[in-house]
């Protein structure tokens, strides 16, 4: 099974810097690579998405992800962020295999954007 | 849009009690999931099921049952709730092998 790391728990970053939030998963094999968010009280709604062609995936509200086939990586940015932008974070991998697509999640990373 | 709607945003039972959480959605899709959200641990998959009637074990299946009769309802079963399952429930679906959408949670406190 896959295994998938959140290195951050907590990220806190100032309104209109720059921020990254870090995801790596354990399987060499072919995957499929997603970041959903959180807001609270919510359930998860998909930022963005992974499956094949371009490594540089752009989703909504501004963020981007970058697969990494070698590191094993697949890192949310965003350049600017927004006080609406505090959510939690997940990241989350499936692999392409045959079957049902069980989604392997991260523990979460709970960004928090300072005024 | 796809839709998944669950039966209740907020439940308060009793330690015993039989608990039913519903969930459905509006797109046809195969694959149906519950996971339940605990801080610090993510989302663990609790029951999934890919067709009417079909169902998997997770990775926590312990204490829980579910069923599915229909395509667009999957339904997650406590048969005796303990305090330990006092968390965040979340139901998701899926077409096959896409992405997965999720219901709006309902949050159980067992007493």
């Known amino acids: 099974a896959q295994s998938v790391t959140q290195l951050d728990s907590q990220v806190p970053v100032f309104e209109e810097a720059p921020v990254e939030l870090r995801c790596n998963y354990s399987s060499s094999v072919s995957v499929y690579l997603f970041w959903y968010v959180q807001y609270p009280n919510q359930g998860l709604q998909l930022l963005l998405k992974?499956?094949?062609?371009?490594?540089l995936v752009k989703g909504i509200n501004g963020f981007e992800a970058e697969f990494n086939k070698s590191q094993t990586s697949f890192h949310l940015r965003k350049p600017s962020v927004h006080i609406s932008d505090t959510a939690e974070y997940f990241c989350a991998v499936s692999e392409s295999v045959a079957g049902a697509n069980n989604l392997f999640f991260g523990t979460g990373t709970r960004l928090t954007v300072i005024p | 849009d796809v839709k998944v709607t669950q039966s209740s945003r907020y439940l308060v039972k009793r330690t015993g009690e039989k608990v039913f959480l519903e969930c459905v959605q509006d797109m046809d899709h195969e694959n149906m999931f519950w996971y339940r959200q605990d801080p610090g641990l993510g989302l663990r998959l609790i029951y999934f099921s890919y067709d009417v009637k079909m169902k998997e074990k997770g990775d926590i299946p312990e204490g829980y049952s579910v069923s599915r009769e229909k395509k667009e309802r999957f339904s997650l079963i406590l048969e005796s709730a303990s305090t330990n399952q006092t968390s965040m429930y979340l139901c998701?679906?899926?077409?096959?092998?896409?992405?997965?959408?999720f219901g709006p949670g309902t949050r159980l406190t067992v007493l």
């Open positions: 992974y499956l094949s062609g371009s490594t």
């Open positions: 998701a679906s899926s077409a096959w092998r896409y992405e997965q959408f």
